[in-house]
């Protein structure tokens, strides 16, 4: 069996790019290197990535995943709620079902890409156990 990893050179927090970082991020992806996956499983991080070695285990992601996904999710569903009840007035159990499955899929949708770039975010900019000092 042979070794897959890829040596690559460690950024300088001054020097990492922060549009990158999101992406990779949002992406599931090491912010480090794009290669090796961020997430082990749904929310699960990984202690460190598997192409380059970049550690993860200091991440503080805690909570923000969360209350940003309530906060574009919130900001989504509520004025798509208004617009559909003041145009079709559906049934009230019709339009609760509708909009509970579409909060609950989006919910789950975006929730591990939003941590997978808050912690992308933390990389960038050296936060949390991620830069030197």
């Not at 749904?42 to 996904?69: I, Q």
């Not at 079709?88 to 509970?100: D, Y």
Request: net charge positive; hydrophobic share 40%; glycine share 12%.
């Amino acid at each position: 069996m042979t070794d897959r990893t890829v040596e690559i050179e460690q950024i300088d927090p001054q020097d990492r790019k922060l549009s990158t970082a999101l992406l990779r991020g949002w992406r599931r992806k090491c912010p480090n290197c794009g290669g090796g996956a961020l997430l082990k499983s749904y929310l699960k991080v990984n202690d460190s990535c598997t192409a380059c070695r970049e550690e993860f285990f200091h991440h503080r992601a805690d909570d923000g995943p969360a209350y940003m996904t309530i906060l574009v999710v919130g900001h989504l569903m509520a004025p798509m709620l208004h617009v559909v009840f003041v145009n079709w007035r559906p049934e009230p159990l019709t339009l609760f079902t509708i909009f509970a499955v579409g909060c609950v899929g989006l919910s789950l949708y975006l929730l591990p890409r939003l941590k997978g770039a808050l912690i992308g975010f933390q990389w960038a900019k050296g936060m949390g156990g991620f830069g030197n000092g």
